[in-house]
């Protein structure tokens, strides 16, 4: 089957580094993305990782492990508005379609 | 922000009816998908589309149909809602198959009473 886990719930506080970890099991593998959907709002995208290794972009990496089956989004110097639910998807390389995991939703202290 | 608007944003309606949402296109993408939300659930793929008359089921299509006449729409329809598809409807598209970036509407609420 298809299948991906996260944790439900991340709690931080404003200035601090999160990891949220996303684990993986598919078909077939073309890559890990990841969203960010603020309360109310569509989600939008964050990165993609095709390749083993990490992915920098300002303050958010993301990093993956084919053969690990994981990978993580990485929220450097936390901001109140980084408060979002973040999901982790992966394209199913047998049916070509993004398989969303159910999301884990990060609050942000001050 | 890509071009996407969905219609209506927000509907009530009674267990039976069947209702139609609508997902609009300004970015000519060929590619458009229709996604539910639902607590717990993250975002479960309805049905998508690879081209104009091109399309193909998600993991939860059962009492769903679509149609794409046009590249730039691409409208859900729920032939005899039932209480169980309450739920936030998103639309997205994206460029190729290949390509994991996909941008999202801006959501429909749906209601079924």
């Known amino acids: 089957g298809q299948s991906l886990e996260q944790p439900s719930e991340v709690t931080a506080v404003e200035g601090a580094i999160v990891q949220i970890n996303c684990t993986y099991q598919?078909?077939?593998?073309?890559?890990l993305s990841w969203y960010q959907q603020h309360d109310g709002g569509a989600p939008t995208f964050l990165s993609y990782n095709a390749l083993d290794g990490l992915e920098e972009t300002g303050r958010f990496s993301s990093f993956l492990s084919r053969s690990d089956s994981y990978g993580y989004l990485l929220l450097q110097e936390l901001q109140m508005k980084d408060s979002a639910s973040y999901f982790c998807a992966v394209r199913d390389g047998r049916t070509d379609k993004l398989i969303f995991g159910t999301g884990t939703r990060l609050q942000v202290f001050p | 922000d890509a071009g996407i608007t969905q219609s209506p944003r927000h509907k009530v309606t009674e267990t039976g009816t069947p209702v139609t949402l609508r997902c609009h296109q300004t970015e000519n993408h060929r590619y458009m998908y229709w996604y539910r939300q639902d607590p717990g659930h993250g975002l479960r793929l309805i049905h998508y589309?690879?081209?104009?008359?091109?399309?193909d089921k998600g993991e939860v299509s059962d009492g769903y149909s679509v149609s794409r006449s046009k590249t730039e729409d691409f409208l859900l329809t729920l032939e005899s809602a039932t209480s169980s598809q309450t739920s936030v409807y998103f639309c997205a598209i994206s460029e190729g198959g290949t390509h994991n970036e996909q941008f999202f509407g801006p959501g429909t609420r749906l209601t079924v009473l």
């Open positions: 589309s690879y081209g104009v008359k091109d399309t």
């Open positions: 598919t078909s077939g593998f073309y890559g």
